[in-house]
Every structure is written in structure tokens, then in C-alpha cells.
DNA sequence: CGACATCTTGATCTGGATCAAGCCAGGTGG
DNA sequence: CCACCTGGCTTGATCCAGATCAAGATGTCG
């Protein structure tokens, strides 16, 4: 089976010859796990990264009230903890929000990497900043946009990203998460999500039955989420 | 002068031999720019990144309605814009909070510290990774946390950042922060920001007077913040 | 079949926004 | 030297987006 991995580097910077190999010889041992199972927990000292072979996966911290917040969302093909390489401890755990697909992806093998592949290396810093962006969008979101903003705003983000690896079909993708889930993406409770929602919908914006999501305005999406997709780097230059 | 950058990443990492030389090597040219001066625009294609050399400095991004969110500060010693050497094009402005003192590195340069030195590689995309964990610990602090709680979190980790760069006196730091500026980067209203600051000087937990802020009580205001300082990685690892 | 979780709707409450005004300090120009 | 202006700080009054509480509807699974 191709690896997703090397498609998402791809459609950023076209690979030398001799990396995709090196991408393809650390990644060998993966497994499943179940929908709500926690993959790397809080403050655990690591010594391997977790690649998304398969399905959606989030970065959640809690807070002591029990309320969780999700700082990121992860879809297939997405280096889930390759931060934590440099890191080595990591501030928030990692749960699967469907069943998922992982690979384990040894410390040593990615600093064989740093030490023999510099442009791979750059391109590997490059995915970790991209999250950097994504934290970024998500801050103006919450601190500057309303609630409807905010949603719309991830419905895009997800969107590009979801078509940026073949999951979108047309103008539809499928987005498994509940609305308490979208609640601890946007920091917002579950029936206020609720109320968003049917909002977006009542303006012909989107349909979303089950996980079924589809995008009916583009345009007028985009224009409620003030949506700027630059920062998703989905271009290829040298880097 | 001493490079603040290199204190900076001895606090991680020990530098290997020839690292520092490295290092000092590509800061070569520095400027001082003025107070609201905006050192990088938006989605400029970049060739160079700039380090921090003295002062306060934001990034941030602006919506339509006018409204600004400062999505990261940053202070002497940190590279403000180093994920733009991979990124190439950046998703916000960055913009003076102070006078400032800046050195512009040329990426060339940077891309020859990745084919020559891949540890001082690794800690600089460390650090790269470092203002991720902060994004999400705002993040989780805007989703979850009263205003309260926000903005005695975001004081628990400037001080600790000023202090990592001896940048405090005791239980004191400069802070040169106007509450419209707080209001920004907290994505409060400066009005609001205003007694919610009050509320933490009645609660005898800091003083602000001027730019100067006293804490008072550091477990009470890491209670009220629910701080846990470990997303900064102020520990030596070898990485 | 019961148990459980999600979605939905309504009613009420509240944290923080907005609007407005007064106060003070520093900076400018006459 | 004063008159003026500007921007930040502070306080009060009002408003509203979103939280919370509560309950019913629907759906799924063992």
C-alpha cells in the first residue's frame, strides 16, 4: 500500500531521488487502534513518533474542570507526534476520534535522517510548521471570529485538507465527529454547535446528515469563515 | 555582544563544537526598528528570517472587521519568523511591540547549517517546534479558560520566559504591554481586560503598576491559571 | 428489550462586548 | 508658558453571544 506520508510531502516539494526510500524503510511495524483509544499520553517521555496511516486522530489537553480541549486534528497521512522527535516529552496526549491505522516510527531512524537527508529533513521541519499554521488560523478563529465563523472556518480547513489527500468526492468528504467533539475542537458546548449548525445549514451553506458533509457554497462558506487558505501551504516550492 | 539566541538553545541542548561558531557566523547584519513597525508582512515570499535581538515583538493577524489577533510574543533571543525558511511565505504580519534591535539571516544560510550541522539543525527546529507548544497551551487557554484564568496564564509564561533570559529581578519583569495590546492577544476587549486585571491585583496574586508587574503570589496565580510550565521545554535533553 | 449516546429544542443565566464618559500623562504647536 | 490633543486607564450602564440546565426524540447496540 502507498504510503500517505509521502504523497503529503509531495504536494509541497518534490522529493529527491533516494528519499522516498528512506521514508519507506522507517516505516515498518503498524497496527490498529480503537476509536476513542488514547495512542501517546501526556508527558510521557518518547522515544518514537506515530505516523497516521488511516483514519482521524486529535491532540487533546485537559483541563481540571474535566473539560477537554482539542488542539489539533489529524487526518490520514499526517505525522501525528513527529514534533515530540525534538520535543522528547509532549504537552498534550494523542487520541483516535475513529478507528485508526498507526505506525511507530523510531527517534534513532528520523536523526539517521537528519544526519543523511537534509532536504528530507527540511521537509519533515516543514510538516511540524505547518501545525504551527494551523494552531495559528485556530487562534484567530477563536479569539476574533463569532461561533458560525469559527465552524465554517474548520469545515474549510478540513475540507483542503481532506481533498489535498483524495477524501474528498466532489464537493462532499465525510467528517466523523460528533458535535461534542466539534464542541472541544472550537471550545464551544455541544448544543450551541448544535445551534451553529442548523444556522449554516438554514443559509444553504452546507448539508451534514450522519458524517456526510457537503459543501453547497464555496464561496459563501468561505466568506463566513473568512477563509484564507495560504497558510495550509498546499504549494510546491524548494525548500 | 553575547548572542541571545545561543543562550537560548544551551538552555535545551548543550551546543556541540563548532555550533556556536556556526551560529554566530550567519548573524551578521542588524538593524533597530521603531516601535509598531512592522518587521515582516503578510504573505511576502521571504529569503531571510529575523532574530530577535532586543525587544518585544508580535505576530498577528488581522480579520476584516478590524479586529487584530496577536497569535504569538516573542522576546529576545527568539527567531521570530525562523518557520519561514521552510514555509517561504508566512501567514501573518510581524509587527515591533517595543523599539526593537533585529538581525536578518539569510535562508541560504540556514540551508548550509542544515547539510553541515544536523544536531544544531535539530535544535533549531526545536525551537520552531517550542512556539507550536505555546500556540496550543494558548489555544487551550482560550477554548477552556475564563479571561481570568487566560491572562494569569499568559503572565505565568512570560515570566518564565523572561526569566530563562535573565530577563526578570526577583519576582519582578517588565511587561511593556498596553491592555488594548493584552486585549489582542488574549482576544478580550481592552475594557474587559482592564477589570480582569484588577480582579487579579485585588486577589493580591501581582502588581502592575506602569510596565512592571510584581507577582505576588506565584502558586496562586499557577492555581488560577492552571499553568504547568512543561510545554516550554526549559530542560536540558539530549536531541 | 433496555441502556446509552447523540441530536434537538426551549428556558434561563452570565461572562464578556459594546457604548459612553471622565481622568490622567505625555507630546505638540503656538 | 499654556492650550490642545492623543492614547491609555478606569468606571458605569446596557446588551448579547454563548453557557448551562432540562427534557424529549431518535438511533444503535448488546
Redesign the pocket.
Known sequence: MPNPLIQKLEARDTLLPGEREALERIVVRSRTCRFGEIMVREDEHLNESTLLLQGFAARAKTLRNGKRQIVAVHVTGDFVDLHSFVLKRIDHSIVALTPCRIANVAHRDLEAITENFPHLTRLLWLSTVIDGAIHRAWLAAMGG????G?LAHFICEMFLRLKAIGHTDGNSMVLP???????DIL????????????GLRSDNLIRWQDQSITILDWDGLTRTAEFDPTYLSLQKEPR
Not at 145 to 148: D, G, I, K, L, T
Not at 177 to 183: A, M, N, R, S, V
Open positions: 471570529r463569532s461561533a458560525a469559527q465527529f460528533t458535535q461534542p467533539e466539534l464542541g471550545g464551544l458546548s455541544s448544543v450551541h454547535v448544535n445551534r451553529v449548525l442548523q
